[in-house]
């Protein structure tokens, strides 16, 4: 429900469109404050991580024979931490980050903290929200638990309110087989032909979006640290 549309609220449309951008581009520098936060410290631990990889090599032990050296050097830049896999940022699903990554192993499962379970809730909106079950105390997820929330879901661009964004739409219908879009909904007619078949009262995509849409503000930065 837009502001305009709260029958207590005094504002008109123009006031709240105005409102709903200036938020939306708020929230977008907050994303790039992230962004660029986290590449400092991976950029940062980079080198770190260079250096202590350099230090143990060149301390190698004098007792290794010189034709065991090749493969004992492999060995280490092999097992050696090599890189950060995944630091996922998203305020629908919460904040999930990999431990390091040992080569042919898992990632070790990462704790949310208490004080980041709130994130896991979408802000509110014009449009209505999906209630879903609350999840009290700590939880432990990994990386591919997290991006499997919307793996299937289609991602859209969509203009609504002279604002141009990443949206991905899902059946508000919980029995609905079918709930993703694998393909645009909007540009294909997918969305309205699936809400009619599902009796979803969604006369226009406009509608459709406001109601049902979930903007994707999403950060995903994959820094692949390779050891040389």
Not at 50 to 55: E, L, N, T
Not at 177 to 184: M, V
Request: proline share 5%; net charge positive; with cysteine.
């Amino acid at each position: 429900m837009s502001l305009s549309e709260d029958s207590t609220s005094s504002l008109s449309e123009e006031s709240a469109t105005a409102i709903r951008l200036y938020i939306r581009q708020l929230e977008d520098d907050l994303h790039q404050q992230i962004t660029t936060e986290v590449k400092r410290v991976l950029e940062s631990y980079e080198i770190f991580r260079s250096h202590c990889q350099q230090s143990l090599l060149a301390g190698l032990p004098p007792k290794y024979r010189p034709e065991e050296r090749p493969e004992v050097v492999a060995r280490i830049k092999a097992q050696f931490p090599c890189h950060i896999n995944n630091f996922f940022y998203d305020n629908i699903a919460g904040m999930s980050c990999s431990a390091f990554q040992y080569a042919g192993t898992k990632p070790t499962s990462f704790t949310m903290p208490q004080d980041l379970i709130s994130m896991r809730r979408p802000p509110k909106s014009n449009r209505t929200i999906i209630r879903r079950k609350r999840v009290e105390g700590s939880r432990v997820v990994t990386v591919n638990a997290v991006e499997r929330a919307y793996l299937d879901s289609f991602v859209f661009s969509y203009m609504l309110d002279g604002s141009k964004a990443h949206w991905i739409l899902l059946c508000p219908k919980e029995d609905c087989q079918t709930r993703n879009f694998t393909r645009d909904p909007i540009a294909s007619g997918d969305a309205i032909a699936h809400f009619k078949q599902c009796k979803i009262s969604a006369v226009d995509e406009v509608t459709i979006i406001r109601r049902y849409g979930m903007q994707g503000k999403r950060i995903c930065v994959l820094f692949l640290f390779i050891a040389q």
